[in-house]
């Protein structure tokens, strides 16, 4: 089992910056992927970024591509997501994602924190 909780959602002015953390437990962190999703009200959830879990590559979706940064710090069981240049289409609640199953690419996430609210204002 792995757990896996959010942090550092809130409300930001259009143009801002915010920086999410997830931390993890319950199995090593350094073997698995992790990614972040979002879902905006009414919309399906969708990828935003991942990360492999010797941070070597990252990939993100064409919406935040130069915008957002992901990292992770094995030490600490957490990866991060780095939102700059933020605008209300950036509203929703994100997810961090586990991929316990796979190093890398094609990821598929099994275990999913709670998710924290991102709200931005124009």
């Known amino acids: 089992q792995v757990q896996l909780v959010e942090s550092g959602g809130g409300l930001v002015q259009a143009g801002g910056s915010l920086r999410l953390s997830c931390a993890a437990s319950?199995?090593?962190?350094?073997?698995?992927?992790m990614g972040w999703f979002r879902q905006a009200p009414g919309k399906e959830r969708k990828f935003v970024a991942a990360?492999?879990?010797?941070?070597?590559?990252?990939y993100y979706a064409d919406s935040v591509k130069g915008r957002f940064t992901i990292s992770r710090d094995n030490a600490k069981n957490t990866v991060y997501l780095q939102m700059s240049s933020l605008n209300p289409e950036d509203t929703a609640v994100y997810y961090c994602?586990?991929?316990?199953?796979?190093?890398?690419?094609?990821?598929?996430?099994?275990?999913w924190g709670q998710g924290t609210q991102v709200t931005v204002s124009s």
């Open positions: 319950g199995r090593t962190f350094s073997n698995y992927a």
């Open positions: 994602a586990a991929d316990t199953i796979n190093a890398d690419r094609p990821f598929e996430f099994d275990y």
């Open positions: 990360i492999n879990r010797s941070a070597s590559n990252t």
